[in-house]
């Protein structure tokens, strides 16, 4: 009936409420005030009342109309006292309004709080989340924290939580911190590599959003670069994990908050990997690398991380270097140069680690080439972070070559031999030679240059062959040769046949430039392209 709706409230601009005036305002005197306000300033009883910034918005406001037309009852559970808790003191539902009031009744429940479940004290946590500023103003939210805490001492043997407290005040800023902490001299079995690192807490808190994680952690006297807790350092990486793959999921929970807001518990969790590094892998750096990178980690944060993966370099595997971009390219090939050159530059740094490194490089090079959006000066950039001395065959780079080159066949000359100049031809085998002068891709001058260090090579060793300063090959009867030259003998017969290779290889050399030069429009038109502007070298 027309007189029992005499109040239309609008509620954060949201929804709008068609109430009775004296049901409400007999439980809370502030909207009584506020109804006759905007009365009075309208004077139309028909007027909408409008209601900002209210506790929940309509779902709050819902909960108390129906608590007053309910006759100032309603079931009170952990799931909704908080929100019920704000909109009582939001509306004034005082004693003095009315006895057994809204505010009364909720406070009651919350001195309970001590015998609730850990589940109990999660979902009322968890219940904050829509109006964290209300409950983190009032003081609840600490209270709830405090509380999951003391249920994390009682029901754990793999930390300590030792309590500090202020006597000078009794305020939330200066009220009792907990400090979560590992025993300084023992390694519980829980927290040693390889071991389960895993609490049953874990996956329970990982439901609350990151505002009030962030505050758990402070409260724990762990945040940023007081974290030394190997435990809470597997925490964030597990919440950090999930929010990932939330996102990657497109949950509604991930739409809800932007990658930033975790930024502070990235930073976290990395002050934790550092402190406690020796508990960490290869793999898992990487690993954590992987987890915190999307997080808005700050550039000192991530250069220490970085840091430490690098200077292990030599105990990665090629999945590990396998890191998304977040360019476009596939794989994060200025992260793998900047490990390379921290490891380079490392005080421990072996010939053996160089040259396992070297090895796991070329095979990177070989994995990221057919990427499309690679570019030269990225594929320079790896091949050349390494020293020549990290790899006895340079075989895997031309191979690399050669599959980006398969891979980008548009790609101009002047960039296929600037892309070439990383090869050392004298640390390269026979075979990948004669290949290479034989690869259409391959630009014809870097094919002769090749040849040429090849065959330059090859008859530096003859004169140790020989007697002779000035013989390269033995033309005489090799069978005439004593029984005591037989070692020289052999070592000429392999020669004589790499020399036949090099010159059946420079004469398919000089034939395809032939055909080159022969159906080339630039010289009909006088313009020499830059491979053929020099004579070449007469090897054969």
């Known amino acids: 009936m027309p007189e029992l709706r005499d109040l239309a409230v609008n509620v954060n601009g949201q929804q709008t409420f068609f109430l009775n005036q004296k049901v409400l305002s007999a439980y809370s005197e502030k909207l009584k005030k506020i109804v006759g306000r905007e009365k009075r300033k309208s004077r139309n009883k028909n007027s909408i009342i ?36 704000f909109c009582a003191v939001f509306l004034g539902m005082t004693e003095s309004v009315s006895t057994s009031n809204l505010l009364k009744q909720t406070e009651t429940f919350l001195d309970g709080m001590i015998y609730w479940s850990w589940q109990d004290t999660v979902s009322c946590l968890k219940s904050c989340e829509s109006f964290l500023t209300n409950a983190d103003s009032s003081g609840l939210v600490e209270k709830l924290i405090f509380s999951l805490l003391g249920k994390i001492a009682q029901n754990t043997d793999i930390a300590t939580l030792i309590a500090s407290s202020s006597s000078s005040s009794s305020s939330p800023e200066n009220e009792s911190r907990y400090r979560f902490s590992s025993p300084a001299k023992t390694t519980p079995e829980s927290t040693k590599p390889g071991s389960s690192s895993k609490q049953w807490w874990f996956d329970d808190l990982i439901i609350l959003p990151p505002m009030i994680i962030e ?20 925490f964030l990486l597990h919440y950090l994990e999930m929010a990932v793959l939330q996102c990657k999921t497109g949950s509604k929970r991930a739409a809800l908050y932007s990658r930033s807001a975790y930024a502070g518990l990235a930073d976290t969790a990395v002050h934790g990997v550092i402190s406690v590094s020796c508990s960490f892998s290869c793999r898992g750096l990487f690993s954590v690398l992987r987890i915190v990178s999307g997080f808005g980690l700050s550039k000192d944060c991530r250069a220490k991380l970085e840091m430490l993966i690098g200077g292990m370099l030599d105990q990665a595997t090629l999945d590990d270097l396998l890191v998304s971009g977040h360019d476009r390219g596939v794989f994060d090939v200025n992260l793998v140069i900047r490990l390379m050159r921290i490891f380079v530059y490392s005080d421990l740094l072996s010939s053996k680690k160089l040259k396992k490194v070297g090895s796991l490089i070329d095979k990177y090079l070989c994995e990221i080439s057919p990427d499309q959006n690679l570019k030269t000066s990225k594929v320079l950039g790896v091949a050349e972070s390494l020293p020549d001395s990290a790899r006895d065959s340079f075989d895997g780079v031309y191979k690399a070559i050669d ?3 398969q891979s980008h066949p548009a790609l101009p000359f002047v960039e296929r031999s600037r892309l070439c100049r990383c090869l050392n031809y004298e640390k390269m085998s026979l075979e990948a030679c004669k290949d290479l002068a034989k690869n259409p891709r391959i630009p014809p001058d870097i094919a002769v240059q090749a040849l040429k260090l090849q065959h330059s090579k090859d008859t530096k060793r003859g004169p140790s062959l020989t007697s002779s300063s000035e013989m390269v090959l033995y ?47 630039s010289v009909i038109s006088g313009t020499t392209p830059y491979y053929s502007r020099s004579p070449l070298p007469k090897l054969c």
Request: with cysteine.
């Open 50 to 85: 409008e209601i900002g910034d209210f506790p929940g918005g309509p779902d709050g406001f819902e909960l108390v109309s129906r608590f007053c037309y309910n006759h100032g009852k309603i079931k009170i559970t952990v799931s909704n006292v908080a929100l019920l808790h």
């Open 215 to 234: 505050k758990l952690i402070k409260n724990m006297g762990a945040y940023g670069t007081d974290n030394d807790s190997l435990i809470l350092t597997k």
């Open 403 to 405: 599959i980006y080159l």
């Open 475 to 521: 033309t005489g009867d090799v069978e005439s040769l004593s029984s005591e030259n037989q070692g020289m003998r052999m070592n000429m017969q392999r020669m004589q046949w790499r020399v036949m290779e090099l010159e059946e290889a420079c004469r398919e050399m000089k034939g395809r430039m032939s055909n080159l030069v022969g159906h080339d429009p």
